[in-house]
């Protein structure tokens, strides 16, 4: 079966650094992809990690480990408007839906 | 912009009744698309795999008689929520990806209630 496991919940304080675990047990692998979500809206897209290693975009790095099928998401700086909900989430095929963990929300406070 | 319009953002409707949530990809073709729904405070859950010409695909649990989905065209795929009841009250979200592509965009949601 599929399963996708982070922390349901994480607090912060402005200008720190937080880090959100993901760990995953799928049939396949076809990339992990990380959004966030504020309430009462869509997801939006921060990251997708398809091979082993760390990809850096401005404050936000996402890091894939397929062997030990582990992702992190690392946010920097952190700043009141990052209080969001993270979703980590799998692709297991080519071109098939994505399937998406709980999500972790985040709190960041001054 | 949106590359993904879902439409209506937000729809109320009495129950027994039905409603249809429209989802277009803007600027590409999409020969498929996902449905999810997300309660409050949960995430997001696969309803179906919408397949253009062809019979959408249902997640274990999802009633297909009671979520018609439609994909007529490589640029819009329909939702109906039949015999609406307070239970199907939700955030339904879709997604779309290229031919051929790995980014998938998602549209903007619609909340339903249904009273």
């Known amino acids: 079966g599929q399963n996708i496991d982070q922390p349901t919940e994480m607090t912060a304080t402005e200008g720190a650094i937080v880090q959100i675990n993901c760990t995953y047990q799928?049939?396949?692998?076809?990339?992990l992809f990380w959004y966030q979500q504020h309430a009462g809206e869509a997801p939006t897209f921060l990251s997708y990690?398809?091979?082993?290693g760390l990809e850096e975009k401005g404050r936000f790095s996402s890091f894939l480990s397929r062997s030990k099928g582990y992702s992190y998401l690392l946010l920097k700086e952190l700043q009141m408007k990052d209080s969001a909900s993270y979703l980590c989430?799998?692709?297991?095929?080519?071109?098939?839906?994505?399937?998406f963990g709980k999500g972790t929300t985040l709190s960041v406070s001054s | 912009g949106a590359v993904v319009s879902q439409h209506p953002s937000r729809v109320i409707c009495k129950s027994g009744t039905s409603v249809k949530i429209e989802c277009r990809s803007l600027d590409f073709q999409a020969t498929t698309m996902f449905w999810y729904r997300q309660f409050p405070k949960q995430s997001l859950m696969l309803m179906a795999t919408s397949n253009e010409g062809s019979k959408a695909t249902y997640e274990q649990g999802v009633e297909k008689d009671k979520f018609l989905i439609n994909h007529a065209s490589l640029t819009l795929s329909t939702l109906t929520v039949t015999s609406a009841h307070p239970e199907d009250s939700s955030f339904y979200i879709c997604?779309?990806?290229?031919?051929?592509?790995?980014?998938?965009?998602f549209g903007e949601g619609s909340w339903l209630t249904v009273v």
């Open positions: 799928t049939s396949g692998f076809n990339g």
């Open positions: 997604s779309a990806t290229q031919v051929n592509g790995n980014t998938i965009y």
């Open positions: 990690n398809v091979l082993d």
């Open positions: 989430a799998v692709r297991d095929e080519a071109g098939t839906a994505l399937i």
